[in-house]
């Protein structure tokens, strides 16, 4: 099984996924962007390693992100 690339919880990565996803549209140096968006792939890794190890993702969930 893949490693995960950060050690935080499911809210942590989907927080820190809107993030860097606002960084990336609201980014002026293109290597920033380029950073950030390796930085999106890693966390998008992460949660879909949550999902496959079975986490229910639903609304009551979501509220809490």
């Keep these: 099984m893949a490693e995960r690339r950060y050690n935080w ?13 606002m960084k990336i549209a609201f980014s002026k140096s293109k ?3 380029e950073a ?4 999106r792939t890693d966390i ?6 949550f999902i ?9 969930l979501l509220c809490f992100i």
């Design 9 to 21: 919880s499911f809210a942590e990565l989907c927080d820190r996924l809107g993030i860097v996803i």
């Design 44 to 49: 998008l890794h992460d949660i879909d390693l």
């Design 36 to 39: 950030f968006v390796e930085e």
């Design 31 to 33: 290597e920033m962007s």
């Design 52 to 60: 496959k190890e079975g986490i229910v993702v639903d609304s009551k």
